[in-house]
C-alpha cells in the first residue's frame, strides 16, 4: 500500500480535530480503550456529545480551551492506503505549526465554517499550502447541518474559494464536499442529508487521489546519508551508501556523478530491506554501491549528468521565521539542507508578505515570529539545490541557532 499525508488548516472552531476524530472512529481505527477515555472526558466536561476532538487535542491546555496549539500527528491505514495527519492549530500566532505540519504534506484539508464563509485565515492557510507547493486542497465546507444543508450555501463558499485559489500557482487540484464533521456527514459515510451533493465522501477521495505526480521523477537527486560498511565475514568488502531518494530514478549500471567531487562512475546495485532491487526512485530509501571505489561521505550527492542540480553559496529563498528572538541581517546561523550541514548568514532581507492580503513589505530589515518573506543566504560550502518548485527536498532547508541549537526557520530555495 502506498502512504498519504495530509493535514488540516482552518480557523479557530472550525472543527478540524473533530474531523480527524469522526475520521479515525467511522473508519474503525481508535481502540476500545481510547474510546472509554474521550467518553470519561467528555461527561466530566460537560459535552453534550462524545468531543472526538480529544484524540488529537492531548496537550492539558488544549483540552482546557478546545483548541489546537501543537501540531499532532495520527496513523492510521484503509485496505487500500496507509495515512499520516497532521492537525494543525489555526490561531495566527500558531503559524510556524501549521508550516511544520504542512511540510511533508501531500494533501491539505482546507476547513471552512458554513456560516462564516471564505475568511482571512482561510486564506492564510491556503497561500501557506501553496507556499510549500501542496498540489492537492479538499475545500472541506463544514457545520452543514448548522445551515440546514443548505446547497446554496455551499455552492456560494466553493465560488469564493476558487476565486482567490486562482490567484496562487502550484495548487492544482481542488475538491470540495460539504460535511459536518459533528455528524459524520460525507466524512467516512455519504450523506443522507445532502443527496444534492454528487461527490463522493471525503475518506473515499482520501483514498484513491493520486499524488505520485508530485515527486519529481525527472532529475536523479540522492543526497548520501550513512556510508554501510559490515566488516562482517559475509560482506567483508560491501561498501554501500544508504539515503532517501531525492528525485529521477537510479537504475543499475546508471553512469552517475558525485558531487563535490565531480568524478564519474557507475551504480553497481541498489538493496533495499535487504534485497537486491534493479530501480530505486523518490521517495525510496536505499542503499547503493559503485562500481569505482570512490570516497562519499554524509552530505555528498549522487546525480546524473543530464540533469545537474544548481551549485552555489548565494542563494534567494522564501522563509518562515520559527524564534522567538527576531531575525537581523548578518545573524550567523547552521543551515541544513537535504544531508549535508554548513555555516551561512541572511545578508539581505528583500521583503515580508502580508499574509492577510499577500502583499509584498519592502521596507524591512528583520523578521519577527511566524511571519514569512524572501531572503538572501550566503553558505561557507555550495550547497548542490534545486528551486522547491521543482523538487521539495532539495530545495528546502532549516536554518539552525549554533548558541543554542534551536531550528529558527524553515526555507524554500527560490
Request: charged share 25%.
Amino acid at each position: 500500500m502506498d502512504l498519504l499525508r495530509f493535514t488540516t488548516a482552518g480557523s479557530v472552531d472550525d472543527g478540524k480535530s473533530t474531523l480527524i476524530g469522526r475520521l479515525l472512529y467511522d473508519s474503525k481505527s481508535i481502540f476500545e480503550d481510547q474510546l472509554e477515555a474521550i467518553e470519561e472526558s467528555s461527561r466530566k466536561k460537560g459535552d453534550e456529545n462524545v468531543n472526538l476532538a480529544l484524540l488529537t487535542d492531548g496537550l492539558k491546555a488544549e483540552r482546557e480551551q478546545g483548541i489546537t496549539i501543537d501540531v499532532a500527528y495520527r496513523y492510521f491505514a484503509t485496505p487500500k492506503r496507509k495515512f499520516i495527519i497532521a492537525d494543525t492549530p489555526g490561531h495566527i500566532q500558531y503559524t510556524r505549526n501549521m508550516v511544520t505540519g504542512a511540510s511533508t504534506a501531500n494533501l491539505a484539508i482546507i476547513l471552512i465554517d458554513a456560516r462564516k464563509g471564505v475568511i482571512e485565515q482561510t486564506k492564510r492557510h491556503t497561500f501557506i499550502a501553496n507556499l510549500l507547493r501542496i498540489q492537492h486542497v479538499v475545500v472541506a465546507v463544514n457545520k452543514m447541518d448548522l445551515v440546514d444543508y443548505d446547497q446554496d450555501v455551499y455552492d456560494r463558499i466553493v465560488a469564493d474559494y476558487k476565486a482567490f485559489a486562482s490567484r496562487l500557482d502550484n495548487i492544482v487540484d481542488i475538491t470540495p464536499i460539504p460535511i459536518s464533521a459533528l455528524n459524520g456527514d460525507n466524512v467516512v459515510d455519504k450523506s443522507k442529508s445532502m443527496t444534492w451533493f454528487e461527490g463522493a465522501s471525503l475518506l473515499y477521495h482520501l483514498e484513491n487521489v493520486y499524488v505520485g505526480g508530485d515527486e519529481n521523477h525527472v532529475q536523479a537527486r540522492f543526497p548520501v546519508q550513512w556510508v554501510i560498511r559490515p566488516q562482517s565475514t559475509d560482506f567483508h568488502d560491501f561498501r554501500g551508501f544508504a539515503g532517501r531518494v531525492a528525485g529521477g530514478v537510479f537504475k543499475s549500471g546508471d553512469s552517475v556523478v558525485v558531487l563535490p567531487s565531480g568524478f564519474s562512475t557507475k551504480v553497481k546495485t541498489i538493496h533495499q530491506d535487504e534485497k537486491q532491487i534493479e530501480e530505486a526512485f523518490a521517495p525510496q530509501s536505499v542503499t547503493i554501491t559503485l562500481e569505482d571505489e570512490i570516497d562519499l561521505s554524509r552530505g555528498d550527492m549522487l546525480v546524473k549528468e543530464n540533469s545537474p542540480p544548481h551549485q552555489g553559496q548565494d542563494i534567494e529563498a522564501m522563509i518562515c521565521w520559527f524564534s522567538n528572538s527576531n531575525l537581523n541581517p548578518r545573524n550567523k546561523f547552521i543551515v541544513k539542507h537535504t544531508t549535508r550541514e554548513t555555516k551561512a548568514i541572511v545578508y539581505e532581507a528583500n521583503y515580508k508578505i502580508d499574509i492577510n492580503t499577500l502583499r509584498k513589505i519592502e521596507d524591512t530589515s528583520s523578521f519577527a515570529l511566524n511571519e514569512i518573506g524572501r531572503v538572501k543566504i550566503r553558505t561557507a560550502t555550495p550547497l548542490f539545490y534545486d528551486s522547491y518548485n521543482k523538487n521539495r527536498h532539495t530545495g528546502s532547508f532549516v536554518l539552525i541557532d549554533p548558541g543554542n541549537n534551536e531550528t529558527v526557520a524553515a526555507g524554500m530555495i527560490v
